[in-house]
């Protein structure tokens, strides 16, 4: 198969051609905000309150533990809590051994 030249008609470089990403495809329109009042989204880092308060975690601080669970009995996850790993498995294991001592319920209903 012989070679073939580009032609001339069409350029190499697509910023020139009108696609690409930095113009976009021509005729298309920019969407609009659906908030045009807020800002860009900025979030707070949650820092970990049982490693802020350097306190252990014990099975039988009921009123501790409670914090961390749902009104239906489940642990809350860590991205709601804002604990680091290490304390996230403390407060588990602190809990499920407060569910055996049946100090906490397992399911409230």
């Known amino acids: 198969?012989?070679?073939?030249?580009?032609?001339?008609?069409?350029?190499?470089?697509?910023?020139?051609s009108g696609g690409g990403r930095p113009g976009g495809r021509p005729g298309e329109r920019k969407r609009e905000s659906r908030f045009p009042d807020r800002g860009p989204r900025f979030f707070q880092k949650k820092?970990?309150?049982l490693c802020a308060e350097h306190a252990s975690l014990d099975f039988k601080d009921v009123e501790r533990l409670r914090k961390f669970m749902t009104e239906k009995g489940k642990i809350l996850p860590r991205r709601i809590t804002g604990n680091c790993a290490k304390c996230q498995r403390m407060l588990g294991?602190?809990?499920?051994?407060?569910?055996?001592?049946?100090?906490?319920?397992?399911q409230i209903d």
């Open 47 to 49: 820092t970990c309150r």
């Open 93 to 106: 294991r602190a809990l499920k051994r407060a569910r055996h001592a049946a100090l906490i319920a397992f």
């Open 1 to 16: 198969m012989p070679f073939k030249p580009r032609s001339s008609s069409r350029p190499f470089n697509k910023s020139q």
